[in-house]
């Protein structure tokens, strides 16, 4: 059984290498072919981008390989014999530390790599100190959050016969709570100030009210502080929503497209797909907890480890993204559908050019090369390719 599970993960990051150096090749051929929608030297610039990425995406493959091999031949082995103490919840948050712990640190390096490629293309401005202030406060906020989050799922394995149902109900609940307080996280690393353009806040606030949309407020958030790209988003849920503008967004837009990019958003919300995608996410819970709450003993035999809270939970966090990899391609076809429409409906509320005029802007900021193939946009993009996108509107017009 061990032997089977390691070579499903060893099959699924060798098909993941395969796709990060198919994509690259077809990088390298479109980029042959000339510049499209961006100007010669962003294309080629995004194009450069696109392959380093590709090319950081199979080192971080190649790491996930090494941790699965090393946690189950041997590693969560010598971790229990030296920290575990049958009943004690504790212990059991201890081996997690130890887990997590050293994850952390072996894939730290390729984080810092990430985050100096990042400044290399100009994305990346903020200073080394502040990247580890910002780690520093991720570490604390997990082991405070997280703690208190493995604490609770570790009572249910440890306790409830059928303990996958209610810890999949205790995880879906702990979801919608952190969606909900969100902002409050949010304000941990950036400062949110009320949007100050009394114009562009009436504006908004008009196109909010066409489809009924109240929020808490319009903020704007100084991402500038570390980062370059574009953004705005919609945070929390219920009566704790808020606008969010990147004041990047606001220095690259005019107002128009902004509004454009906001109707869009707004288009999620009159589709309901907030709502939508919280249910697609309990059903990838659902089957992540109902394939790890049926493992079978034998396998906890090999592994020479107790059955325990803490194991079932390393053994879920080690092959959750290979599951998630396996149902990402149908979510996404989702997701893709929800995405014209929020188009369709932001080109209503304002303007399909300010829309297009604002994804060009979007896609020539962020680097994003705008060519994808289609087994690639299949499984991995959540969003339609921007290419798609400009045709569907250049067809609505």
Known sequence: MLGILIGLYGFYVFIKILLEIKEVFFVKKEFEKGAVLLNPKDFEISAVYSVTKHTMNIFNALISLFLVVFWLSGGLF?????IYKPDSLISELEILAIFFGVNYILTLPINIWEKHIDKKFGFNVASWKLFFIDEIKKIVLFIVLGGAFFAGLIYFIDNFKNWWIWGFLFTFAVMILINVLYPIFAALFNKFEPLKDEELKNDIENLMSKVGFKSSGIFVM???????????YFAGLGKNKRVVLFDTLLKKLNKKEILAVLGHELGHFKHKDILKNIAVVGIMLFVLFFIFGNLPGSLFKELMIPKTGANIIILALLFSDLIFFILQPFVNLISRHNEFAADETGAKL??????????????????HFPKVSE??????YSHPPILERLEKLKNKE
């Open 78 to 82: 010598i971790v229990n014999f030296l």
């Open 222 to 232: 100084n991402a500038s502080k570390r980062d370059t790209r574009l953004n705005a």
């Open 350 to 367: 304002v303007d399909k050019k300010a829309l297009a005029s604002a994804l060009k802007k979007l896609v020539s900021e962020n680097k």
């Open 375 to 380: 087994i690639y946009s299949f499984i991995y």
